[in-house]
């Protein structure tokens, strides 16, 4: 009987380090997947994303490309199949967008790459509050001028589908004739922010970058939601009341 029960604890150890040992290896397929996966985005994406920078006529690139008709921007065809494709990726390895996929993520990834080559000397933001609280209120001002801005281009849209200038109504702003000022600020702030990466590493992500500041408020609302667990609490009283 002895013998019998310790051949079932070898079968049960066998079992678990071949489960043990097939995770490890999907581990590693999926983290080699990602980490070099993101060259590939970045490669395939980033001209789209140079082009929206300088010639887009939104005040927020991608999110008007579906009805768009002032260029022929491959993103018009590709922006949804891209967006399918690239929410099946996130979904499939559990890729962060912002530091895994996006382009732009990536090349401010290069950038500092290479600066740390140069030097490995880099800057602390939170030992210079005012500075960083000068940062901080340019992120979120940033970030709800963008969503108005993107509201109203989506509002416009809905009231005229099929308008001519449905494009153009995109932002309100075209309209008193200040789009050429926007552009050349948008501008201005990409090249900001890259110059950011020679001192904080990923400083246009972190800092400058609509979707990377919305990105980042999903998520932490989300921990917050998590690690509030007043649902959970709620649950079992219903469950223990029944």
Known sequence: MKNLAE???????????SHKGKKSTLKKIRDFTVNNGRYLFFLAGISSVIFAIFR????????ACDYCNHYECPLKYTRTPLLVG??????V??????????PFGTLNHILF???MK?????????KHKTLKNIIMVLKYSIFLFAIIAASLSMRSYL???????RAIAGTYIYDIAVTAILQNARIALVILGLLGVIFIARFWCRYLCPYGTGIETV????????SCKSCKVKNTNKKSNK
């Not at 390895?93 to 996006?102: H, L, N, Q, V």
């Not at 140069?118 to 939170?126: D, E, M």
């Open 159 to 165: 009231l005229n589908p099929y308008g001519k200038n």
């Open 219 to 226: 998520k932490k609302g989300y921990k917050l939601c998590k």
């Open 113 to 115: 790459k290479i600066r």
């Open 86 to 91: 690239v929410l099946g990726y996130m979904a």
């Open 56 to 63: 887009c006529i939104y005040v927020v690139p991608f999110i």
């Open 118 to 126: 140069i030097s490995k000397k880099t800057y602390n933001l939170s």
């Open 7 to 17: 051949s079932n604890e070898d079968v049960k150890i066998n079992k678990d380090s």
């Open 93 to 102: 390895f559990k890729a962060d967008f912002c530091t895994k996929i996006c």
